[in-house]
């Protein structure tokens, strides 16, 4: 017959059993991962599996509330939290939005034929996050989108496994052509043994690496820039180019707008890297944001004296395999 301590025991076995299958994927995917600090990758796979035990921890708090082992106030605690923490980790990441904006890019004339710019960042491909089921949705998003171009930010990785050339296949199916640079996660950590792999995995899935080479279009051209903590965001050669058409600037890190020289029409750049926070809380990701953009850049457009900068939150996750408040986005820029 079954009473409340037997109910609680089996809670503790799934708890205990699903510890140790957390365990075991932890070590199996850090022996897997590209990394220089094997210690710290497997610090945060074991986080992200064991957050696998906020659901049975959900249901336990129910029934320990209802059987009385918790107080009212317990019960209200733990369920409020694992909620809060189950939303976060398991339905927000997968809750790919899509922002639409438009921007004049020639103050001169309008464009002919406004062109409609998609542009993703900060995917992670690695501990966290940008796995099969993920980038599916933004391929889907993307195509339903029908962008005439989609430009990617940079931090395609994070600690990826060995097998990245696989994990973006999908990426083939977008039904536009994809401009890229890389972030800081891509060139800095986890650092050099990625650089190759990254390389062969964008070009064998129809992903063209602009970094330090401009592409032509009717009415504008596309430059990419490298990334700016890295050292790469060389951007004095931009007078000396042709300046008969606006420029769109593809650069990962916001703050390198700062960098932008005097051109004879302003130019607009795209970013991510800040992921607009990641995890929305009063106070404390202000804080933390303060670390991450020394120009204030947080989401949206931002003016600065040469150039104006826009801020995408990206879909990836780095840290914590949260987010809360800040849902990843997609953002379709119509320029006129």
């Known amino acids: 017959m079954w009473n409340s301590d037997s109910v609680i025991l089996v809670f503790y076995i799934i708890f205990l059993i699903l510890a140790l299958w957390g365990l075991v994927q932890a070590w199996i995917h850090q022996a897997?991962?590209?990394?220089?600090?094997?210690?710290?990758?497997?610090?945060?796979?074991?986080?992200?599996?064991?957050?696998?035990?906020?659901?049975?921890?959900w249901f336990f708090s129910l029934y320990a509330g209802w059987s009385g082992f918790y107080s009212l106030h317990q019960t209200a605690f733990v369920f409020l939290l694992s909620t809060l923490l189950i939303y976060a980790r398991f339905i927000e990441p997968h809750l790919v939005h899509v922002k639409y904006h438009q921007y004049r890019l020639n103050p001169?004339?309008?464009?002919?034929?406004?062109?409609?710019?998609?542009?993703?960042?900060?995917?992670h491909v690695?501990?966290?996050?940008?796995?099969?089921?993920?980038?599916?949705?933004?391929?889907?998003?993307?195509n339903q989108a029908k962008p005439d171009l989609v430009v990617?930010?940079?931090?395609?990785?994070?600690?990826?496994e060995n097998r990245l050339v696989q994990e973006l296949e999908v990426l083939k199916?977008?039904?536009?052509?994809?401009?890229?640079?890389?972030?800081?996660?891509?060139?800095?950590?986890?650092?050099?043994?990625?650089?190759?792999?990254?390389?062969?995995?964008?070009?064998?899935?129809?992903?063209?690496?602009?970094?330090?080479?401009?592409?032509?279009?009717d009415e504008f051209r596309l430059v990419g820039i490298g990334d700016l903590w890295?050292?790469?965001?060389?951007?004095?050669?931009?007078?000396?180019?042709?300046?008969?058409?606006?420029?769109?600037?593809?650069?990962?890190?916001?703050?390198?707008v700062d960098m932008v020289p005097e051109l004879k029409m302003r130019p607009l750049m795209l970013s991510g890297h800040t992921h607009g926070g990641q995890i929305e809380l009063p106070w404390i990701t202000s804080y933390v944001m303060k670390r991450v953009s020394i120009l204030g850049h947080k989401r949206g457009f931002y003016t600065h004296e040469h150039a104006d900068v826009f801020v995408t939150v990206g879909t990836g996750m780095v840290g914590v395999p949260f987010r809360f408040r800040v849902p990843p986005t997609i953002d379709i820029i119509e320029l006129k």
Do not use: C
């Not at 690695?126 to 993307?142: A, M």
């Open 173 to 217: 199916q977008i039904q536009a052509p994809v401009y890229s640079v890389n972030g800081n996660h891509d060139e800095q950590y986890p650092g050099p043994p990625i650089q190759a792999l990254l390389s062969e995995a964008l070009s064998q899935n129809d992903v063209m690496d602009i970094e330090g080479k401009i592409v032509e279009f």
């Open 126 to 142: 690695g501990l966290f996050s940008g796995h099969e089921r993920q980038l599916k949705i933004i391929v889907e998003k993307l």
């Open 108 to 123: 001169k004339h309008e464009f002919r034929k406004s062109v409609k710019v998609a542009l993703i960042a900060d995917m």
């Open 230 to 256: 890295a050292g790469k965001a060389n951007m004095r050669f931009l007078p000396e180019l042709p300046q008969d058409k606006p420029w769109l600037i593809l650069s990962h890190n916001p703050d390198t």
């Open 32 to 57: 897997r991962t590209e990394t220089i600090h094997p210690f710290k990758a497997f610090v945060h796979l074991l986080a992200f599996y064991l957050s696998y035990l906020l659901i049975p921890l």
């Open 152 to 160: 990617v930010a940079g931090d395609w990785t994070y600690e990826p």
